[in-house]
Nanobody, 115 residues
Framework: QVRLVQSGGGLVQPGGSLRLSCATSGITFKIHTLDWNRQAPGNPRELVARIDSSGGTTYTDAVKGRFTISRDNARNMVYLQMNNVKPEDAGMYYC?????????WGQGTQVTVSS
């Protein structure tokens, strides 16, 4: 059974930092590409960051230079370090993995940006 369990998130001030974590199980973690996605109210879910099995990363333009996705293959974990957070970064964040053509999602974690 594939499970993605998220932690982290919460309230952060503009310019602050936050780290999201995603613990996975039920997959051969080291071979998979992992994603962080977010959804702001009234907007579709969008891909924020991606890390492939080799550690290669891609980011949406809006977060480049501020967010860092990383993975720990020994712990089957994927992280999203969010620095210099902006109000437009607020929303629900989801980790995800595509396994055999099916996308599995974490439960989501809320990020609120407010002073």
């Amino acid at each position: 059974q594939v499970r993605l369990v998220q932690s982290g998130g919460g309230l952060v001030q503009p310019g602050g930092s936050l780290r999201l974590s995603c613990a996975t199980s039920g997959i051969t973690f080291k071979i998979h590409t992992l994603d962080w996605n977010r959804q702001a109210p009234g907007n579709p879910r969008e891909l924020v960051a991606r890390i492939d099995s080799s550690g290669g990363t891609t980011y949406t333009d809006a977060v480049k230079g501020r967010f860092t996705i990383s993975r720990d293959n020994a712990r089957n974990m994927v992280y999203l370090q969010m620095n210099n957070v902006k109000p437009e970064d607020a929303g629900m964040y989801y980790c995800s993995v595509n396994r055999a053509g099916r996308v599995y999602w974490g439960q989501g974690t809320q990020v609120t940006v407010s002073s």
